[in-house]
């Protein structure tokens, strides 16, 4: 799929639903696609189904990080809820994969990760580049295909 119409595509679907989040300063979305670009899911990063997010305190840090599910996560579990298979698919997501998302996405046999490359700002990066280090050794070792478009 690298370098073909679908990753432009992906990520715009990505941009779109990360708008859906309600967090307050990092909205992420995600979609996993098949290989011929059929949608499987899609997802942001938020709540848990039927959790208050009306709540103000639990969007501030470090409170929001026991409260939110990353983009990456809620895709996943999407797709376990209805029964659909990750293997072999491609996610596309607004924001590069914490380490914690990495481990999840090998584990689902996610076979390629697109990445929006306009995400990678310097405050993005000073929050997450260690996890960003730690995901792209487990992506390589693990076989899942990493582009950053």
């Not at 859906?20 to 899609?42: N, R």
């Not at 470090?62 to 809820?81: Q, V």
């Not at 072999?88 to 689902?108: N, S």
Request: hydrophobic share 40%; aromatic share 8%.
């Amino acid at each position: 799929m690298a370098g073909n119409k679908w990753n432009a595509r992906g990520i715009e679907v990505a941009r779109t639903v990360a708008k859906w989040s309600k967090d307050k300063s990092t909205q992420v979305g995600a979609v996993v696609m098949m290989e011929d670009g059929t949608p499987l899911t899609f997802a942001y990063n938020g709540f848990a189904r039927g959790v208050n997010d009306d709540v103000a305190c639990r969007h501030e840090r470090p409170e929001k990080y026991k409260w939110t599910s990353h983009a990456e996560e809620n895709a996943i579990a999407n797709m376990a809820r209805i029964g659909a298979t990750a293997f072999g698919a491609t996610l596309y997501v607004t924001h590069f994969p914490c380490a914690g998302c990495a481990r999840k996405i090998i584990q689902a046999g996610i076979a390629r990760v697109v990445v929006d490359g306009s995400s990678m700002t310097d405050d993005f990066k000073s929050r997450w580049e260690e996890d960003m280090t730690v995901s792209r050794e487990m992506f390589g070792e693990g076989g899942v295909e990493v582009l950053v478009i």
